[in-house]
């Protein structure tokens, strides 16, 4: 069995690339999926942890997450369609209509 | 014996069923078929004729000095207590009552009885005109406001038929409203009317102030004792020795009383408005003003007999006032050449005898002339309905003549109605009039003398008229000419009707002279005797027998003389009327132009009453819309504007500032609002790791201190 560092080493990684999309990057899209890597580095965390302790618990709590992500891609790309409709565009700095 | 019977107890229903139909007809009247229409309003008031005569002959079945029947159908105005001017309180109250006593008697016959037949006459002579239901409607109304009238048992319910009636005779003498002269002339008749109600209302007001009620007499009332009325008023205070014979008040309240009659009874100054009163419908000339409601003012004054009995000057003045308006009427009609205008001044003159009578205190000879001036003025009025229908609506008595043949029932009785008129023994007229010329030689051989001529000049008058119109060559045009005809029977049955009382209708005031026993006189005697023992037909048996036939030879020989005068002028024109009027051009044209009398009013009060008007108008321009008015809008406008410079500088001012200073200091958050997304999440990230690194912080510190 591996140790516990190189999966938190991996969730770290993962975790620090989406966070680095999610800031940097315009294309709102590009943000949705660097979101998906954030979750999926807490899903790789919690699923060390229950493997290292033997609590099943993490293991379930990653599937929620699973089932969560899910949801918020289908509700996230359904409002970038929707706003893509309107604006024919899906730059983040150009949804500005709720500023001022 | 106090009066009973069936009539009596409905006596209220005389007056209800003409109006009944009058509301008919003038709520729904425009559906109803002309047949209705006739059938419903002259069966309404034939109604009433048969309601009136079985009601007057249940009276007549009490003993004369318990002929009076009263009946309060509710009481009307309860002011409640009111001061008196000699210091008590009274129980003032108005009635909606109906009293019916000898005086009213006569009065309800002759209105019901003339309105009857002037309303089947109507049928016939209404026949082709427009607005039909709405004529009888008028009519039927007029009924109803002349039986409240004559059958209201207090002054105030006798003021509103009074105001009633002058209504209808506004309404129904500008029927064809469309022409110019017919509505002036209904205004001109309400208007003078007025100014004689204002004194009526004066009048009544101080009756009420001084005696405390305006009741006239509380004779058949169930609480005769609490119920007072005006003649038991008056005993009382006389007995009190409160007012005597010729108490200034009492004779206020008869000159007051006296201008109302003045108005409706068109007596100087105020009969100007009768004569143009004959542009109405000749039905309603004949009802209105000749047969009834002008006579309305002696029958007021008959009724307060008692209050003008004591006032001597009052008397007097109405004695006078009467035989000037005769005379100066009758000198008018002498030269009139319009059918109608001539029967109109004749009216007012015959209203000017009545005057006399009543103002020398033989009351009751009032009223006989009243009743027979009724029959014979109405079939005159009648008459010349008819020659007028006749001449397809000629009025002009220059372009008459030889009717005699042409319209015999016509022409027959109005011959019976000119002699009638003239006071040829034994028509209707003579006894009247020879009556009421008596009582003034004994009052005044100067009233006398004035009478004795205007009957000359009546009958000169009234055979001028029936000479032009019947006798001689015929001076209509052709086309008018090839049109004559005798009216339709509805119009001829009346006028025979009414010849024949113009016949007979005297006789029942037979004087005791000529073998009679003066019936009519007696009858009244209960009502018009006054407070005072003193009465009239006493008055009458203090002169001589002989002299009454003196007095009876003069007038029927000057009635004589005017008719010779007439036959000369107008018959055998031996005397030629030009030539004399050619004699004396200025008298001729003041009589031609009525004294100028119309145009001295027109100068006098008209045109002073239209400039009042136009300055009154000035002043309304220019004080009350240009100080008032414009004033008002300049001043809310000038407020307006300060209201809206505090407005937008202060009150907006303060809010723009606040929302600057909000903006002012908003401004280096909102630089944070950037609107992306992307920096919010690195703000959050930024937050998150510092907030991490304190609590990381925290919590190192913490377990080394345990440690």
């Not at chain 2, 009924?143 to 409240?148: E, I, P, S, V």
């Not at chain 2, 229908?389 to 000629?394: D, I, R």
């Not at chain 2, 609002?673 to 992307?678: D, H, L, V």
Request: proline share 3%.
């Amino acid at each position: 069995m591996l140790p516990i560092g190189h999966y938190l080493f991996l969730s770290l990684a993962l975790f620090i690339i989406g966070v680095i999309g999610v800031v940097t990057r315009r294309n709102v899209i590009v943000v949705l999926m660097s979101i998906e890597l954030i979750l999926n580095a807490v899903n790789i965390n919690l699923v060390a942890f229950s493997r290292l302790y033997g609590d099943v618990a993490g293991q379930v709590f990653a599937l929620f997450i699973i089932a969560d992500a899910a949801a918020e891609a289908a509700v996230g790309l359904g409002i970038i369609i929707a706003f893509f409709r309107n604006r024919e565009t899906v730059l983040a700095d150009e949804m500005d209509l709720l500023k001022w | 014996m106090t009066p009973t019977g069936y009539f009596l107890d409905h006596l209220w229903l005389i007056p209800l069923f003409p109006l009944a139909t009058a509301a008919l007809m003038l709520f729904l009247g425009r559906g109803i078929p002309k047949a209705g229409v006739s059938v419903l309003c002259v069966g309404s008031v034939g109604l009433s004729f048969i309601y009136a005569v079985g009601a007057v002959f249940q009276l007549l079945a009490a003993e004369p000095e318990h002929r009076v029947f009263q009946r309060v159908l509710f009481e009307w105005l309860t002011p409640g207590p009111m001061q008196m001017t000699g210091g008590h309180a009274i129980r003032f109250a108005a009635d909606w009552g109906f009293l019916l006593d000898p005086l009213s008697s006569v009065m309800v016959l002759v209105v019901t009885g003339v309105g009857f037949l002037i309303h089947v006459y109507s049928v016939g002579y209404m026949a082709h005109e427009g607005g039909y239901y709405r004529f009888f409607g008028y009519m039927n109304l007029f009924m109803f406001a002349m039986l409240t009238l004559v059958l209201a048992n207090n002054m105030l319910l006798m003021f509103v038929g009074w105001e009633g009636v002058g209504l209808c005779s506004y309404l129904l003498i500008g029927f064809y409203f469309l022409k110019k002269s017919a509505s002036d002339a209904g205004k001109k008749a309400f208007i003078v009317n007025r100014i004689g109600d204002a004194g009526f209302v004066l009048g009544i007001l101080l009756t009420a102030v001084t005696l405390g009620t305006i009741r006239f007499t509380s004779q058949g009332l169930p609480d005769a004792e609490g119920a007072s009325g005006i003649l038991q008023a008056l005993k009382a205070t006389l007995d009190a020795h409160a007012l005597a014979y010729g108490a200034p008040v009492l004779t206020g309240i008869a000159l007051l009383l006296f201008v109302g009659a003045m108005g409706k009874s068109a007596q100087i100054p105020l009969y100007v408005w009768l004569p143009d009163a004959m542009e109405g419908p000749t039905p309603v000339s004949a009802l209105i003003h000749a047969a009834t409601m002008v006579t309305a003012g002696v029958y007021m004054v008959a009724r307060m007999n008692a209050v003008y009995q004591l006032a001597p000057h009052a008397m007097l003045f109405v004695a006078i006032v009467g035989v000037v308006t005769a005379i100066f009427a009758a000198s008018m009609a002498l030269v009139q050449n319009d059918i109608k205008k001539v029967l109109a001044y004749s009216t007012i003159s015959q209203l000017g005898y009545m005057f006399l009578a009543l103002g020398v205190g033989a009351f009751a000879s009032g009223v006989f002339h009243l009743m027979t001036h009724a029959f014979f003025k109405a079939l005159l009025f009648l008459g010349a309905g008819s020659v007028i229908h006749a001449m397809s609506g000629e009025q002009d008595l220059q372009k008459m003549g030889g009717l005699w043949n042409k319209i015999p029932i016509t022409a027959k009785t109005f011959a019976v109605a000119t002699l009638a008129i003239a006071g040829i023994f034994p028509l209707a007229g003579f006894f009247s009039k020879d009556e009421i010329l008596g009582h003034a030689f004994e009052e005044s051989p100067a009233l006398w003398l004035v009478g004795f001529v205007t009957a000359g000049m009546t009958a000169f008058y009234m055979f001028r008229l029936l000479f032009l119109a019947f006798f001689g060559y015929s001076r209509a045009d052709e086309h008018v000419e090839k049109h004559i005809h005798e009216s339709p029977p509805t119009m001829t049955v009346p006028l025979m009707i009414l010849a024949g009382l113009s016949v007979i209708g005297g006789w029942i005031g037979w004087p005791g002279s000529l073998g009679g026993n003066a019936r009519f006189e007696k009858f009244l005697e209960p009502v018009l005797s006054g407070v005072e023992a003193e009465t009239a037909a006493e008055k009458v048996a203090s002169h001589g027998l002989a002299m009454e036939y003196v007095l009876m030879l003069a007038s029927l020989s000057i009635a004589g003389a005017g008719i010779w005068l007439a036959y000369q002028f107008y018959r055998t024109k031996r005397i030629a009327p030009e030539l004399v009027a050619g004699k004396w051009p200025r008298l001729y044209q003041l009589l031609l132009h009525k004294y100028y009398v119309d145009e001295l009013y027109g100068a006098a009060v008209v045109e002073r009453t239209k400039d009042l008007g136009t300055l009154l108008g000035l002043f309304d321009a220019n004080v009350i819309d240009g100080v008032g008015v414009d004033g008002t809008g300049w001043l809310a406008r000038f407020s307006s504007t300060l209201s809206m410079w505090w407005d937008k500088w202060i009150i907006d001012g303060l809010l723009n500032f606040a929302a600057k200073l909000m903006q002012l200091f908003s401004y280096p958050v909102r630089l944070l609002q950037t609107g992306m997304f992307s920096s919010y999440a690195m703000l959050i990230l930024v937050g998150l790791v510092v907030l991490l690194a304190y609590y990381g912080h925290r919590v190192q510190v913490m377990l080394h201190s345990v440690r």
